[in-house]
């Protein structure tokens, strides 16, 4: 198993070089990443090109570890940037980017890519066959901290030779947008802007269209150096991206493709925010990455092992944070793990971006805890990565129906990443393993398909979801489904649309909440607030599960299941955990699946390895001790037996093996 740091040498003093090959190799690294912000060093002037530095430093680290390199095109020189300030990226309020820090392009420059191919290529050149140079990432963190998207002139000439492919046509394009609306009918392809700022809001079709365009131009960016390092590396090099998964305008499962493997930077925690991400978040993140190479293990390749940030400094990880976090990546499909970083940087824009080791240079806590993980994982972690991970539930997916509902929000209290995590989290809670699905995966295989917000209809998915259905599955869908057609236009079909034979139901009106206003949701004895969104259900064939406790439509049906050939839940309402728990808890049951809620903040996952089960308890709370009861007799993976009740303190990892048929 590949574990190792992320590694600037030059951010630090040659003095220091041999001491830091001494300490990494104490912790117990086999693999640095390098290079990935050094561009200049590697050409100081237009199509000069000096390796010396980097010569001696893959020869120098690659004496002792295999070595990451990554390309350099997320800080393009300042020469370059006063030559062609045109790559320069633009706000939508017109606004350009100043140089100054990073990401600091637009990949709609042709300028732009014609030097990243060639700086690529120069490296690749250099040490493609370098025996110890055993993978490379390309850029870092593409659309990230703001840069996935770009309002400039260059971008705007892009964006209508991509409409025009797409569309073919004007009246073509212009029917698809209904841009009879307000007078946008466009008579000429040069007519039809990038959404800059307007007093009002720009067409949503003309939005998500923008979007798959800033996917595709960085896609294809992507594309541009995978095929320049390609047949310049040994074959058995591989390359990857380090993936942020957030709600930006990439669709990093299609880039996924391109890859040989997802990267991840796993960083639970960042800048400013008082405590990590609830941890079904994280545990989402790793999901997305595993499912987007349909399975295939990944690497993380920045680690959060330091309290990180810039001019703010984050939270500092508590004693036994590193090694929680690391085991939940593992447990869930990290084939690699790679701390960022090794070693402060006395000076530039992280000097407080902490890693392993701090500015005084002196191993200490930190340093422990992750020579701990390292050993443990050097014991373990190639039998955790034979072991397969698998499923019985799925929750879908698309990035593009994130993009639709960023752009339509409907409420000021929704936030789509937020809700979604909660209709994920809520069967993470259950104790059962999860997978995401994206439009084309099969379903076949799951006992339940989660489906939240579905709001842009996807044809293919829904020709998936549909067939799945008629074959007996079950599914549980979540308000607003079944809202737009793909091009982000209304349909006609009463909602829940393709879906309301299936579900058992109507929808015949609806209700936005702001965050100052709330309803509640009655199933049984049980209440919760109903905030954000209301859909008022008709049953036709449903059985109601809950009502509506308020306004005129106090009575209303607001969660109803109905058994088409299986079971078809629908949520017309952002209720809260506990009542998602008990929704979840019973379509789980119902559809022949194991699940136990588990105490707050306690994750489960398990591995099926080879004639036993490997299994991860992990609580996530810093302050409570809870409890899970062991079905059986399990093993410790140092061999010590466990049965009966497992207590879990805070920050608690526990890695249990148990034969199978035991
Ligand atoms: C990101 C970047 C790194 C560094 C860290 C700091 O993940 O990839 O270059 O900026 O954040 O936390």
């Not at 370059?80 to 790559?87: Q, T, V």
């Not at 250099?126 to 998207?149: A, C, F, K, L, M």
């Not at 996917?215 to 960016?221: I, K, L, N, T």
């Not at 072991?387 to 789509?416: C, G, I, R």
């Amino acid at each position: 198993m590949y574990l190792g740091v992320d590694y600037y040498p030059e951010q630090t003093d040659r003095a220091l070089w041999n001491e830091d090959v001494r300490l990494m190799k104490e912790l117990g690294v086999n693999v640095i990443r390098m290079a990935e912000f050094a561009w200049t060093m590697m050409e100081p002037a237009d199509g000069e090109f000096d390796f010396s530095f980097w010569d001696e430093v893959v020869e120098t680290f690659g004496e002792h570890f295999d070595i990451v390199l990554g390309t350099p095109t997320a800080t393009p020189p300042a020469w370059l940037i006063e030559k062609c300030p045109e790559i320069l990226p633009v706000t939508k309020d017109g606004v350009r980017i100043s140089f100054g820090a990073r990401r600091h392009y637009t990949v709609n420059s042709p300028i732009y890519r014609e030097y990243c191919e060639r700086i690529t290529r120069k490296m690749a050149e250099r040490y493609g066959r370098h025996p110890r140079v055993i993978g490379w990432q390309t850029d870092n963190e593409y659309g990230h901290e703001q840069s996935d998207r770009s309002y400039g002139d260059v971008d705007q000439v892009a964006f209508q030779a991509w409409l025009k492919e797409r569309y073919e046509t004007l009246d073509a394009l212009n029917a698809a947008w209904g841009t009879v609306f307000w007078s946008h009918t466009y008579t000429a392809w040069t007519q039809i802007p990038v959404p800059r700022t307007v007093f009002q809001e720009h067409n949503p079709s003309l939005l998500v269209d923008f979007d798959r365009f800033c996917s595709d131009a960085y896609r294809s960016f992507n594309k541009l150096q995978v095929d320049t390092l390609r047949p310049l590396i040994h074959e058995d090099a591989f390359i990857t991206h380090n993936l942020v998964y957030s709600d930006m305008a990439i669709n990093q499962q299609q880039m996924a493709q391109d890859l040989d493997y997802v990267s991840f930077d796993n960083y639970p925690v960042w800048g400013g925010l008082p405590e990590p991400n609830r941890f079904e978040k994280t545990a989402h993140d790793h999901d997305l990455c595993r499912s987007s190479k349909q399975g295939k293990g990944f690497w993380v390749m920045e680690q959060l092992s330091g309290a990180q940030g810039w001019s703010r400094i984050g939270y500092l990880p508590r004693p036994g944070h590193i090694r929680l976090w690391t085991h939940q990546a593992v447990a869930r499909g990290a084939e690699a793990i790679v701390y960022f970083r090794f070693r402060a940087a006395d000076f530039g824009t992280e000097e407080f971006c902490h890693g392993i080791i701090d500015h005084d240079g002196k191993p200490k806590r930190k340093f422990e805890e992750v020579k701990h993980v390292m050993s443990e994982l050097h014991a373990h972690g190639d039998m955790i990565n034979a072991a397969t991970y698998k499923s019985d539930v799925a929750v879908y997916f698309d990035q593009e129906n994130l993009w639709a509902w960023t752009h339509q929000p409907h409420s000021d209290a929704f936030n789509f990443k937020q809700e979604f995590v909660r209709f994920y989290g809520a069967a993470v809670r259950q104790g059962v393993n999860t997978d995401i699905v994206f439009p084309g995966d099969a379903l076949d295989s799951y006992k339940l398909v989660i489906v939240p917000l579905y709001f842009l209809g996807n044809d293919v998915f829904d020709e998936t979801l549909i067939d799945y259905i008629e074959n007996g599955g079950n599914v549980i869908f979540t308000y607003r489904t079944g809202v737009k057609d793909p091009i982000n236009r209304c349909h006609n079909l009463t909602l829940p649309g393709k879906f309301a034979e299936y579900a058992g139901i109507e929808i015949d009106e609806y209700e936005s909440l702001q965050t100052v206003q709330s309803n509640e949701v009655r199933l049984g004895d049980q209440v919760s607030e109903a905030n954000i969104w209301c859909d008022l259900i008709t049953p036709k064939g449903a059985e109601v599960l809950a009502t509506y406790g308020q306004a005129f439509y106090k009575g209303t049906a607001a969660i109803t299941r109905h058994t088409y050939k299986g079971d078809v839940t629908y949520i017309g309402s952002s209720v809260d955990d506990a009542m998602l728990d008990t929704v979840y808890h019973e379509a789980l049951t119902r559809a022949g699946i194991d699940a136990n809620r588990l105490p707050d903040d306690v994750e489960k996952v398990d591995r099926h390895g080879d004639g036993q089960l490997i299994r991860f308890y992990m609580n996530h709370s810093t302050e409570v001790t809870s409890s899970v009861e062991l079905d059986g007799t399990w093993q410790t993976l140092d061999g010590e037996t466990m049965t009966g009740t497992l207590e879990l303190e805070p920050l608690a990892v526990f890695l249990l093996k148990q034969e199978v048929g035991a």
